[in-house]
Nanobody
């Protein structure tokens, strides 16, 4: 069974940067969808960015475009989210998730426990 463990969350001032990591363990297929999602207090979970490891295709939410970068280190089996120019509205719990197959727009099946990000103004 695949397990995903996020790290790298914390508190930062507006304009700052953070990099989240998601280490995967267990039987992970080489080609799969990986994604970062977030949930702000009192709001629904939101898709931030997804990556299809088969060909490196990345898709970003409008709120993440130009500021966030999703990437995968296959040797370490670790997913990253580099976040620059953080704003208070980026505050929330960030989750790493995985979906088998190549259609990353569909529901993700395996989730990590989440890591909290707090951005102060």
């Amino acid at each position: 069974q695949v397990q995903l463990v996020e790290s790298g969350g914390g508190s930062v001032q507006a304009g700052g940067s953070l990099t989240l990591s998601c280490a995967a363990s267990g039987p992970t297929p080489e080609s799969r969808c990986m994604g970062w999602f977030r949930q702000a207090p009192g709001k629904n979970i939101e898709r931030v960015a997804t990556l299809y490891t088969g060909d490196g295709t990345a898709v970003y939410a409008d709120s993440a475009k130009g500021r966030f970068t999703i990437s995968q280190d296959n040797a370490k089996n670790t997913l990253y989210l580099q976040m620059n120019g953080l704003q208070p509205e980026d505050t929330g719990m960030y989750y790493c998730a995985m979906r088998l197959g190549s259609v990353c727009a569909l529901t993700f099946e395996t989730w990590g426990q989440g890591t909290q990000i707090t951005v102060s103004s």
